[in-house]
Structures are given as C-alpha cells and as structure tokens.
C-alpha cells in the first residue's frame, strides 16, 4: 500500500509530468535514500519512470482514484480560458481542417467550435473529441495510439495517424511555460513530440495561453516564440513580457475584462 509520501508524489507527477530527487528530498525533509526507494515501488507499479535526478509520469498506469479529477482541473481560470477561446474561434471559417492538442483550454474551444461547420477537426484528447462529436455537421478525427489519463493517446501510433493527413489549416495549442528565453514549454514529454508533430503540419499556428504560463519555464521546449503565428491570452499577462513579445512582432490578441479582444 502506497504511503502519504507517495500518494503526494503521485500528485506533483500528474500535475507537472516530472519531479526532482533533490527537491523532494527538501520538501518531504527526508533521505535522498528515502526518495529513491519510492521511486523504485512506484516504477515497480508502472506510475512513473527514473530519470537522471529525478522521475517522469508513466500515466498509463496510474488509477484515476489517485489523479486530479478533470472536472476541477477544468475550472482553474475557466473564465479566462473560455474567453481566450471566444477570441480563437473567430479565426476559424467553415470547411477548414483544424488540430488541437490536450488540455483544458483546447476543451474551451472545442465548446466554441461546435458553432462552426464542415469542420474537419484532428484531436488526441477524448473530451475534445466527444464534446466536438455533438455537433454532427462536423468530421471528428480521434488520433489512434496509447490511451493515457487524463483522456488522450500518445504513441507512434498516434503520430502515424496524424501522418496520414496531407495538412491541417490551423493548430490550437496552448503550453505549461512561456518565457522569452526558452520558448513555449511543457511538463509532458509523452505529449510533445505529437503536439510538435501537429504544428509542423499547420499552415497557422495559434497559441492560446493565459496570464498564469508566463515567466514560467517547464522541462520541454514544444517551440520557441518566434515560430508561433499568433499568441492569444488575456489582460493579466505581465506588461513587461508583453512588450518584449510585441518588439519581436509576434502578433498577439488580447482578451480584456469583457468578453471581447484588441489586437496589439
């Protein structure tokens, strides 16, 4: 039976995709020793895989009883993340093919893409697939591959479906991280490579990112800033970020109180 300490590793692994022995070690004010014996049972049980000072999630294992429930991460900035999408949803027109990645952003939009028709839409997050299959005038394309929680496939498998597609108007994604320095990062390797794979194909690229990711940097690069075509967020992004964002022409929209948006 897994102990408190582990249970609360579970936690950080679902909620940012990897940990840190040392910081762990601080936290829990235990042995380095300590760290690695739950490291080992919990790779024991398929929850996460050992890197170079530290592990990353291995989710496909992990039971839902121990994860985050959606349905709350689903509210952390709702309000901001649904008028983000608002924003987003005005550049998409009928007929067009469009991706999304996971998360609870790209499920705002799905909301606001059902409007549309004749959409073409390639995901590999159950929830925006199912929340998409409502509106029957539109082709919904489920990516094949691993099914990991929260909800999405991940794999070769899923990268080589995505391959069958000749090219895709628009990819919506949104990130964990973005600083000037480093770019749009992530804390899920399992993720990126598809998410990167979906970019590569798009004729547009649009970041949708609220005022919570920036100045932050997670494990993964997914792209540097200047390869994104548009940035979309809301009126809290710091003012000093966002000048230095708009001096490397990166065109961005932003959504004020109300739900409309300006563009900077």
């Given at each position: 039976?897994?102990?408190?300490?582990?249970?609360?590793?579970?936690?950080?692994?679902?909620?940012?995709?990897?940990?840190?022995?040392?910081?762990?070690?601080?936290?829990?004010?235990?042995?380095?020793?300590?760290?690695?014996?739950?490291?080992?049972?919990?790779?024991?049980?398929?929850v996460?895989?050992?890197?170079?000072?530290?592990?990353?999630?291995?989710?496909?294992?992990?039971?839902?009883?121990?994860?985050?429930?959606?349905?709350?991460?689903?509210?952390?900035?709702?309000?901001?993340?649904?008028?983000?999408a608002?924003?987003?949803?005005?550049?998409?027109?009928d007929?067009?093919?469009?991706s999304?990645?996971?998360?609870?952003t790209?499920?705002?939009?799905?909301?606001y893409?059902?409007?549309?028709?004749?959409?073409?839409?390639?995901?590999?997050?159950?929830?925006?697939a199912?929340?998409?299959?409502?509106?029957?005038?539109?082709?919904?394309?489920?990516?094949?591959?691993?099914?990991?929680?929260p909800?999405?496939?991940?794999?070769?498998?899923?990268?080589?479906?995505?391959?069958?597609?000749?090219?895709?108007?628009?990819?919506?994604?949104?990130?964990?991280?973005?600083?000037?320095?480093?770019?749009?990062?992530?804390?899920?390797?399992?993720?990126?490579?598809?998410?990167?794979?979906?970019?590569?194909?798009?004729?547009?690229?649009?970041?949708?990112?609220?005022?919570?990711?920036?100045?932050?940097n997670?494990?993964?690069?997914?792209?540097?800033?200047?390869e994104?075509?548009?940035?979309?967020?809301?009126?809290?992004?710091?003012?000093?970020?966002?000048?230095?964002?708009?001096?490397?022409?990166?065109?961005v929209?932003?959504?004020?109180?109300?739900?409309?948006?300006?563009?900077?």
């Open positions: 039976m897994r102990d408190a300490r582990q249970k609360q590793i579970i936690d950080k692994l679902v909620k940012t995709g990897s940990v840190k022995t040392s910081e762990l070690v601080e936290e829990f004010n235990v042995s380095i020793e300590t760290i690695r014996r739950d490291f080992k049972e919990l790779e024991r049980e398929g996460l895989k050992k890197t170079y000072g530290g592990a990353i999630l291995a989710a496909s294992k992990v039971s839902i009883t121990e994860l985050e429930p959606w349905q709350e991460r689903t509210k952390y900035y709702q309000e901001e993340k649904s008028r983000i608002q924003a987003a949803v005005r550049h998409v027109h007929g067009m093919t469009v999304t990645e996971s998360g609870t790209m499920f705002e939009l799905a909301k893409l059902n409007q549309k028709k004749n959409l073409t839409v390639i995901t590999n997050d159950i929830y925006v199912q929340e998409m299959f409502r509106n029957q005038n539109n082709s919904i394309y489920f990516l094949g591959g691993q099914m990991v929680l909800g999405i496939t991940v794999g070769e498998l899923a990268k080589e479906v995505l391959n069958h597609f000749a090219s895709i108007d628009l990819c919506f994604f949104s990130t964990d991280g973005l600083t000037l320095e480093k770019g749009l990062t992530t804390s899920a390797a399992f993720t990126n490579e598809l998410k990167k794979q979906m970019m590569k194909k798009a004729a547009k690229k649009i970041a949708l990112v609220d005022h919570s990711k920036f100045g932050k997670a494990l993964f690069r997914t792209c540097f800033i200047d994104i075509d548009l940035l979309i967020t809301d009126s809290l992004i710091p003012k000093d970020i966002l000048a230095r964002i708009r001096e490397k022409g990166i065109p929209e932003i959504v004020p109180a109300e739900p409309e948006f300006a563009m900077l």
